[in-house]
């Protein structure tokens, strides 16, 4: 067992032993139990497992886009106010403002990543438990959680179009790059077009030409290139739960973009309208951004560059005595 086995063990058992749940609850129904589609209706099982865990942070960062665009404003007027100020203290001065900003709405720039973050280690360890299913069929190494030898034997025995779970794109054989290199190319479209349904109808004009917001745009080719360049060492166990996690992702993002879309995006406005013709109205989330923002947002401007103060109830009734 090298350093990742034994770092990402814990995690290796949890993947084991629900793949192993799956596999037997699919062979109680009928399933030929060492049938690659059994397998891959398990690993299929897996994902849907972990990506329902999930939705809580994935709730998480919807919060934290919308916040995020909302706050874009606020976020320009900060970057005016020490443009052109490139000393330590305007720099420090300028991060501490961001960071309170963020803070004070419960949002982070890179809430948006949690997701992926969250998935990585899960998907090395299923990863390593597949790369591992010849050594525990052969008895070289301990069974993993649930994933005992007979199991690994009959995995090892499974194929789907005639290919092993474990098979990757590097492996000889026409079928076995044919039918990796298909779920690459759709694990890569699939991933590309989430990002850029995201960004064409949920992301306003301001938001889009902010300097972080294009930051995440280079995301969108860098993260499909990627994965789209690793697939090729992906086992083809691994590429059915990605696609699978890409097909949940697409299906629960267009539903959030339909329902709870950015404020000022495309997407609002078709909501704005379905909603409409029913009499509904959307109440739009609060934005905390401190005395000097409010002044902002409040303040309307009366001629010589001047702006109205807010004023209270009270004072306006002594004014008009």
């Not at 404003?73 to 720099?91: E, N, T, V």
């Not at 779970?165 to 690459?184: R, W």
């Not at 990002?195 to 993260?223: D, F, G, I, R, W």
Request: proline share 5%.
């Amino acid at each position: 067992m090298d350093w990742m086995d034994k770092l990402l063990y814990p995690l290796q058992w949890v993947v084991a032993w629900i793949l192993a749940i799956f596999h037997e609850i699919f062979t109680a129904i009928g399933l030929p139990a060492d049938n690659g589609w059994t397998w891959a209706l398990s690993i299929a099982g897996l994902t849907v497992v972990i990506r329902a865990l999930l939705i809580p942070l994935f709730v998480y960062q919807i919060k934290s886009q919308r916040k995020m665009q909302l706050l874009q404003p606020q976020i320009q007027r900060l970057q005016a106010k020490y443009k052109g100020k490139k000393d330590q203290y305007s720099r420090q001065a300028m991060a501490e403002e961001q960071m309170n900003l963020f803070r004070d709405n419960k949002t982070s720039p890179w809430a948006s990543c949690l997701p992926l973050l969250v998935q990585m280690p899960i998907f090395f360890s299923l990863f390593r438990v597949i790369h591992n299913m010849p050594k525990v069929a052969s008895g070289s190494i301990d069974a993993i959680g649930g994933f005992t030898q007979d199991l690994a034997i009959q995995a090892e025995n499974s194929s789907v179009f005639g290919i092993s779970l474990s098979a990757t794109f590097q492996d000889p054989g026409i079928s076995v790059k044919l039918l990796t290199g298909v779920l690459i190319i759709i694990m890569a479209s699939t991933m590309f077009i989430t990002q850029k349904q995201m960004m064409a109808k949920n992301m306003t004009e301001t938001a889009a030409a902010n300097p972080m917001m294009q930051s995440q745009k280079m995301l969108l080719y860098v993260m499909p290139l990627v994965f789209g360049i690793g697939g090729i060492y992906f086992p083809l166990g691994v590429l059915i739960y990605w696609l699978v996690s890409n097909t949940w992702t697409m299906a629960q993002q267009h539903t959030v973009i339909r329902n709870m879309p950015a404020p000022g995006s495309k997407a609002e406005k078709e909501m704005l309208e379905r909603r409409a013709r029913k009499g509904k109205t959307v109440q739009q989330p609060e934005i905390k951004g401190g005395s000097d923002a409010a002044g902002e947002q409040d303040a309307k401007p009366t001629g010589q560059g001047q702006r109205q103060q807010p004023v209270s109830k009270n004072r306006k009734k002594n004014k008009k005595r």
